[in-house]
């Protein structure tokens, strides 16, 4: 059982069993350090960035904080380029540009590369040994884990299976994220297409506690101590929360994206590929609203749709209208809280520390 294993917190001088979710886009170094600050794990987004943007990031967060932070990457099948697929989707969304005076792109790209593709990324993070870094989308290659364990770097990887999570044990990660389906933003599946369990945080942690011997970090709906309690009654070594961050002042989301968070969408958060060709929990908008339409069409691979999906969004938003954007967002969103980070992770050790000491969930909430 990973619970059995030893204390990987303690490996990294973490003394809360809270992480930051990495979230791209809305994740910042002064969150990041913030939460490092106050005891968690920190954690900043660098699969949409390129080297010159993710060096930079990185000494950003060190300049804030002493402590042990988190670095993330995507780690995507190369996209397949499939040039009458990708106009075909721009023609079936052409009367939505249209809709604001805007022509669609004339050719879509992949925005950004995998990380198993960016032997530039590799050579940066190498030379620049973050305490933790962590995969999501897939695994890099055995030579890439080797390099990064040679430098003292602690690694993670997202599962949303079983089988994702014993295909990380065997790769020699140290600890398995596992993330539920009530999780905001971009489900972690190694293969978009193969079918899935959609299994809950709660469940797949416990599968994952009882079917490796990795210490796994359940993520997926947790906004409160009550969550964390939960999570850590189930095995889990710590819980990982992104939603639940979004509305700190620390946070990148724009004033859209928050008041959203905070309106009634929170309440209707949907899964939807149409955004960036993969799967990913978001609020209710007007660009979630096209599933109902979206018929026989398919989006190309991930990033390549995000291409056309960023465009749209900006066209919208040239002419004020905010519903197209990628509001990520989990189940849990209706419990999200906008303040400062630390004061959110002083509220969330104060309700675990209720909830456990009291055992009754009504004894976690904050007064």
Not at 93 to 99: E, G, I, K
Not at 175 to 200: K, S
Not at 215 to 236: E, N, R, S
Not at 311 to 322: D, I
């Amino acid at each position: 059982m990973s619970g059995t294993t030893a204390p990987l917190l303690d490996r990294i001088g973490v003394v809360l069993p809270i992480v930051q979710a990495p979230m791209a886009g809305v994740s910042t170094p002064t969150m990041a350090a913030a939460v490092s600050n106050a005891g968690g794990l920190g954690s900043i987004a660098l699969g949409a960035a390129g080297v010159t943007e993710a060096a930079a990031t990185i000494a950003s967060v060190r300049d804030h904080t002493d402590r042990a932070f988190n670095v993330n990457l995507f780690v995507h099948p190369t996209p397949r380029v499939d040039r009458e697929r990708e106009a075909r989707w721009l023609s079936w969304l052409a009367p939505q540009f249209a809709a604001f005076g805007a022509e669609p792109p004339a050719e879509l790209r992949a925005i950004y590369p995998s990380f198993a593709d960016d032997p530039a990324m590799l050579a940066l993070l190498v030379e620049a040994a973050p305490p933790v870094v962590s995969f999501h989308f897939g695994l890099p290659p055995a030579d890439t884990i080797t390099a990064l364990r040679g430098r003292g770097v602690l690694l993670l990887a997202t599962a949303t299976s079983v089988a994702e999570g014993q295909a990380i044990e065997a790769a020699g990660i140290d600890a398995i994220v596992a993330q539920g389906i009530e999780a905001g933003g971009h489900r972690g599946m190694f293969d978009p297409d193969a079918p899935d369990d959609a299994l809950g945080t709660m469940t797949l942690t416990r599968l994952l506690v009882r079917a490796t011997r990795l210490p796994v970090i359940a993520a997926g709906g947790i906004m409160d101590g009550a969550g964390i309690a939960a999570a850590l009654d189930l095995g889990a070594v710590a819980a990982q929360l992104g939603t639940a961050f979004v509305g700190c002042p620390e946070s990148a989301a724009d004033e859209a994206y928050r008041a959203a968070l905070t309106g009634p969408a929170a309440w209707h958060t949907v899964m939807t590929s149409l955004i960036s060709g993969r799967p990913a929990r978001a609020l209710a908008n007007r660009f979630t609203a096209l599933d109902g339409r979206v018929g026989n069409h398919r989006p190309p691979d991930y990033p390549i749709a995000y291409d056309a999906g960023k465009a749209l969004h900006a066209a919208a938003r040239a002419t004020g209208e905010q519903g197209f954007g990628a509001q990520w967002a989990g189940q849990g969103a209706p419990l999200v809280r906008s303040v400062p980070t630390a004061d959110l992770i002083a509220t969330l050790v104060a309700e675990l520390s209720a909830c456990r000491i009291g055992r009754n969930f009504s004894a976690c909430d904050s007064q």
